[in-house]
């Protein structure tokens, strides 16, 4: 069975940092674009981060631009998204999806995980 697992979130103070990972089983990471998406209480879901298949392109949400880094590792078939300084804006559930497309359009997203509670708070 294809899936994506995602794995890191918890509860941090404000300016604190987190890393979450993307793990993939049954199917290869290699030849996918990998995003993280996040959906706050009452929120609709946003795009956080992408990163294409080889790694050599990334896109970011301008609320996260230079807290956030997108980075994978095909070897082992994990996405990592290392997030700095957060803030309690930065709470919700966390998920990684996989698409063919460098974009942060949820639609264009095929594969989709269960999600990570990460929660900023003092």
């Known amino acids: 069975q294809s899936q994506l697992v995602e794995s890191g979130g918890g509860l941090v103070q404000p300016g604190g940092s987190l890393r979450l990972s993307c793990e993939a089983s049954g199917f290869n990471l290699d030849f996918y674009v990998i995003g993280w998406f996040r959906q706050a209480p009452g929120k609709g879901r946003e795009g956080v981060s992408v990163i294409s298949s080889s790694g050599s392109s990334t896109l970011y949400a301008d609320s996260v631009k230079g807290r956030f880094t997108i980075s994978r590792d095909n070897a082992k078939n994990t996405v990592l998204l290392q997030m700095n300084s957060l803030q309690p804006e930065d709470t919700g559930v966390y998920y990684c999806?996989?698409?063919?497309?460098?974009?942060?359009?949820?639609?264009?997203?095929?594969?989709w995980g269960q999600g990570t509670q990460v929660s900023v708070s003092s």
């Open positions: 999806a996989a698409s063919s497309w460098v974009v942060l359009d949820e639609s264009e997203f095929k594969y």
